[in-house]
């Protein structure tokens, strides 16, 4: 059996990717930051050899749109896409189009731009698809707090409620 191949891009902190070594036998990660010497792959290449593709970027107007239609077709068909860094790193119109067309066969986002998606967004409706509201660098009590907002606002989504701001 092929070990699923995952790209992180750039590279994550050394704890971070420490705790991915752990599973080397269950995956190969593949790391692409420009700013690392080791770095001996093109962003094409490598999106066309991982099976998941997941961005760890700041938001700069360098990186503002970062992701987009090429490389998400760039992507090998099926693979998964993840963003928990900034909803404004990729097109988010491109996002939705591999995601229909199967070329992305999943995404799992964590920020968006704006405080929430639109409920009645494209993406709330596609079943290979993961939202949640900028989870990834919470700690144990801000996770208790959001957990307890998140089940509120899903109970005002079922309602037919508007959300209310944080």
Known sequence: MRRPRVLVLPALPESALAR?????????????????????????????EADVASLHVPLTAETRGFFGSAEFGA????????????????????????????????AGLDHFEGEWLDRAHPLTRLPNVVLTPRLGDATGESRDELAETLVEDIARQLRGEDQVPA
């Open 75 to 106: 992507m090998r068909p099926g693979a998964i896409y993840l963003n928990t860094s900034r909803g404004a790193l990729h097109d988010l119109r491109a996002l939705v189009d591999a995601l229909r067309w199967g070329q992305v066969g999943g």
């Open 20 to 48: 991915l070594s752990e599973f080397a036998d269950l995956m190969r990660v593949i790391v692409c930051d420009p700013f690392l010497p080791e770095a001996t792959h093109t962003l094409p290449a490598l999106l066309g």
